[in-house]
């Protein structure tokens, strides 16, 4: 799986998609240690594709090689770049629309602590 910072009309799933939700700025004193919301898109594959929902489940999994929550809290640092990250919940699944094909996009809500 491959991250993209924005979604081009073409790529080969699955991909991961962020969109920030919300910055919490003056929820810590001087700023520091600051929570930041995230949604994480999975975009798996295009909606009629069967496989797509065993995937998801995988991906939605709290354990296992395709699980989202368990790649990102393995290292609840992201490499030292964060104080704490925590997956709180995923789905349900969405239908996402791109360059005129309908893809399934899995959403997972994160937040991070900055």
């Known amino acids: 799986m491959s991250y993209m910072p ?3 009309d073409t790529f080969t799933p699955p991909v991961v998609l962020a969109a920030i939700e919300e910055v919490e700025y003056h ?17 798996l594959s295009r909606v009629d594709d069967r496989s797509a929902i065993a995937s998801m489940e995988a991906y ?28 709180t ?8 629309t791109v360059g005129g094909a309908v893809y399934l996009a899995l ?4 937040e991070v602590i900055a």
Request: glycine share 8%.
């Open 60 to 87: 939605m999994s709290a354990v296992g090689p395709s699980s989202v929550c368990l790649a990102l809290e393995a290292d609840t640092s992201l490499g030292g770049v964060v104080q704490d990250v925590v997956v």
């Open 107 to 110: 959403p997972f809500t994160v």
């Open 89 to 96: 919940k995923s789905g349900p699944p969405k239908a996402l």
């Open 6 to 8: 924005y979604l081009s």
């Open 27 to 43: 929820a810590a004193f001087a700023r520091g240690n600051v929570p930041h919301s995230f949604t994480l898109f999975v975009v």
